[in-house]
């Protein structure tokens, strides 16, 4: 056998992930489509979050959901309570979404109908960071009851994400929540990081998390009451 | 664990790129890995050899070259390591850190190829 030849090159490993991604970013830009993804561990409440979102948020935007789940319907036949279209994303045994999943799951949607998307990952803290899903801001939720410390557990995730959201706050105080140690557990990985509080339980702090996406979201909203569902 | 997938990506990029190079067979890939790519090192190594099976890349290497995380460090002026992942502030004046100039790559960077 004669000598191996090294041959250099330089090719992403996700390159069609990323060019699909990339794809669906434009589509979404050009349809004036603000893309919000979630990520979190499994239980954090991001079907919660989302119900609440999708119904307050649907009062005065054209809104829609996909929703990744490895085996159930369960999330999507919660989210559609909100009477918002929603599409399940049956991911088997991948335990996150990519760029093919999302482009497969609007296949037939109209965009342009619509002013919001939001995209609930598959509960997970590792595995959805690699994917860029052409969102426009992606959020990782971190309830009370699971420890101050996620953050510097996780750190991969939380740099791949634009915002932090902490859930469950009604429990803060049952479960001794520090929030100090919390905020600057974040911080301490990922400097500057937006954070939010919620509970979608009782309400609290959804308005602050409706004005934080409306003021970045550069969408026009349809007029008061005048809701258009695609 | 995702890293079976991003293994099985990994064969095929370097199966297009070896193709593309007119290779008779590969006997190594050479990775470049990145802390915030959220891949494990030592789970690609284990699925590598899996995604590779029944493949034209069977039997070859992994080889996985480190790419430290590195700022620009507003203060300093200047590219710089950072702390931890746990503590991403500049290594040398302790400034947080944001903005990443290296740490995500999942890229391959060369193949040990016969031709
Ligand atoms: N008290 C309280 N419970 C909540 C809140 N949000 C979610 N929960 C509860 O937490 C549990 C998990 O919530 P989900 O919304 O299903 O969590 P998820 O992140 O979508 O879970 P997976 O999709 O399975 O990863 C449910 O029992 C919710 O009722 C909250 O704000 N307060
Ligand atoms: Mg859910
Ligand atoms: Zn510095």
């Known amino acids: 056998m004669s000598e191996p030849r090294l041959v250099e090159v330089r090719r992403n490993v996700l390159r069609q992930n990323d060019v699909l991604a990339r794809e669906l970013r434009e589509r979404f830009r050009a349809a004036g489509v603000y893309t919000v993804s979630l990520v979190s561990s499994p239980g954090s409440g991001k079907t919660a979050f989302l119900e609440k979102t999708l119904s307050r948020m649907g009062q005065r935007h054209r809104v829609a959901a996909l929703v990744g789940d490895l085996a159930t319907e369960n999330d999507a036949a919660r989210l559609r309570r909100s009477l918002a279209p929603v599409a399940q994303i049956t991911t088997g045994t991948v335990c996150h979404l990519d760029a093919s999943m999302v482009r497969g799951a609007l296949e037939g949607w109209r965009l342009d109908e619509l002013d919001f998307l939001f995209i609930e990952n598959v509960g997970n803290l590792v595995c959805p960071s690699s994917y860029d899903l052409g969102e426009e801001l992606r959020l990782v939720l971190l309830s009370v009851t699971e420890g101050e410390d996620k953050p510097l557990k996780y750190p991969t995730i939380f740099h791949t994400a634009d915002v932090a959201v902490i859930t469950k706050i009604d429990l803060a105080a049952a479960v001794e929540f520090d929030w100090d140690a919390a905020l600057a557990n974040i911080q301490a990985v990922r400097p500057q990081m937006p954070v939010l509080r919620v509970s979608a339980k009782t309400g609290e702090g959804m308005d602050e998390w409706q004005g934080f996406l409306e003021a970045r979201a550069p969408v026009s909203s349809a007029p008061s009451g005048g809701a258009v569902k695609p | ?115």
Do not use: N, W
């Open chain 2, 1 to 115: 664990m995702h890293e079976l997938s991003i293994a099985i990506s990994l064969i095929e990029s370097a199966e297009e790129e070896a193709a593309r190079h007119h290779a008779t067979g590969v006997r190594a890939v050479h990775l470049r890995l990145g802390p915030l790519a959220g891949v494990e090192k030592d789970a690609l190594l284990f699925s590598y050899e899996l995604a590779a099976e029944g493949t034209s890349l069977q039997g070859s290497r992994l080889v996985i070259e480190d790419a430290p995380v590195a700022v620009f460090c507003p203060v300093c002026r200047e590219r710089r390591p950072v702390r931890s992942l746990q503590s991403f502030c500049c290594a040398t004046c302790d400034t947080p850190a944001t903005e990443v100039v290296q740490g995500r790559e999942l890229e391959v960077i060369a193949l040990e190829i016969d031709s």
